[in-house]
């Protein structure tokens, strides 16, 4: 599965972007996807995550403004981003949590995507 995130850029305070995650490949085996973010120096941090169950969750600092959505037709998911800060400025990167079938049976992945960088300021 390859991941390929878009949608990143500049943006004043208290304004919304969306992004955009395309899955591709054996894209079958996916049964969650995420958005985390990462500024230098700092931990990966998980943003919001959706599993193939419509199940959806959020980290406590963005809940409320971020919204993650997924096309499954299209294989895409999607973060909708408002009232976005200047803390929220980082590297943002899509993971998807994908199913193989190896030797030794059924076992599950973190794919990565490159990031998108999101950049909060006036």
């Known amino acids: 599965v390859q991941l390929q995130a878009s949608g990143g850029g500049l943006v004043q305070p208290g304004g919304s972007l969306r992004l955009t995650c395309v899955a591709s490949g054996n894209s079958s085996g996916i049964t969650a996807m995420y958005w985390y973010r990462q500024t230098p120096g700092t931990q990966r941090e998980r943003v919001a995550g959706i599993t193939n169950g419509h199940i959806i969750n959020y980290s406590d600092a963005v809940k409320g403004r971020f919204t993650i959505s997924g096309d499954s037709a299209k294989n895409t998911c999607y973060l909708q981003m408002s009232d976005l800060k200047p803390e929220d400025t980082a590297a943002y990167l899509c993971?998807?949590?994908?199913?193989?079938?190896?030797?030794?049976?059924?076992?599950?992945?973190?794919?990565w995507g490159q990031g998108t960088l999101v950049t909060v300021s006036s």
């Open positions: 993971g998807a949590a994908v199913k193989y079938d190896g030797p030794r049976g059924l076992y599950t992945k973190i794919e």
